[in-house]
């Protein structure tokens, strides 16, 4: 399974973006699928997940600020990140898991300044 993000960018302090990933196959059933981020000279750290289900999981850093919501029928997961602030500058990587193995997304940049 292939995972491809977008929709990373250069936004502005207290901006917006939203995330999405799409992975290479929509024929199956991905029970849990969710972002991280990994900002330089920084460890991998998760910000949110979402299975089949619907509930959600966030990290206590975005609380409040990004939302992750998932389509089922395509597979696909988005991340809408609100109030944005500097240190959110990071690669993000979708995350997908799948008969218990986990596949990554290549990362979509995302920086925060003025």
């Known amino acids: 399974v292939q995972l491809q993000a977008s929709g990373g960018g250069l936004v502005q302090p207290g901006g917006s973006l939203r995330l999405s990933c799409a992975p290479s196959?929509?024929?199956?059933?991905?029970?849990?699928m969710g972002w991280y981020r990994q900002a330089p000279g920084k460890q991998r750290e998760f910000l949110a997940r979402?299975?089949?289900?619907?509930?959600?999981d966030y990290a206590d850093s975005v609380k409040g600020r990004f939302t992750i919501s998932r389509d089922n029928a395509k597979n696909t997961v988005d991340l809408q990140m609100n109030s944005l602030k500097p240190e959110d500058t990071a690669v993000y990587y979708c995350?997908?898991?799948?008969?218990?193995?986990?596949?990554w997304g290549q990362g979509t940049l995302v920086t925060v300044s003025s």
């Open positions: 196959r929509s024929d199956i059933s991905i029970n849990v």
């Open positions: 979402i299975n089949f289900g619907g509930n959600t």
């Open positions: 995350n997908a898991v799948f008969r218990l193995v986990d596949y």
